[in-house]
Nanobody, 116 residues
Framework: QVQLVESGGGLVQAGGSLRLSCAAS????????MGWYRQAPGKQRELVAS???????TYADSVKGRFTISRDNGKNTVYLQMNRLKPEDTAVYYC??????????WGQGTQVTVSS
């Protein structure tokens, strides 16, 4: 089993920055994809960014140039640096770890609120 614990959410003014962290523990296999998803009220959960254990990254178009995902494989931790935040970035952000066999694990979520 895998446990994911997020931290770093909060309230910030538009234009500000936040950094999310997600630490994975348990039975972690080295080949995996870690990522961040978000869900705003009344909307579906969407991918924000993901990063493979080899360092390949994917970003949603809406966050390209503003958000940066990174990971520390030795610590089984993934980070999301969010800059130039906008009110439309307000959502619950969820950490995700996925294996190639389809096994999927989620964190409990952390609230990010951007005020205008």
């Amino acid at each position: 089993q895998v446990q994911l614990v997020e931290s770093g959410g909060g309230l910030v003014q538009a234009g500000g920055s936040l950094r999310l962290s997600c630490a994975a523990s348990g039975s972690i296999f080295s080949i995996n994809v870690m990522g961040w998803y978000r869900q705003a009220p009344g909307k579906q959960r969407e991918l924000v960014a993901s990063i493979t254990s080899g360092g390949s990254v994917t970003y949603a178009d809406s966050v390209k140039g503003r958000f940066t995902i990174s990971r520390d494989n030795g610590k089984n931790t993934v980070y999301l640096q969010m800059n130039r935040l906008k009110p439309e970035d307000t959502a619950v952000y969820y950490c995700n770890l996925r294996y190639s066999n389809g096994a999927n694990f989620w964190g409990q979520g952390t609230q990010v609120t951007v005020s205008s």
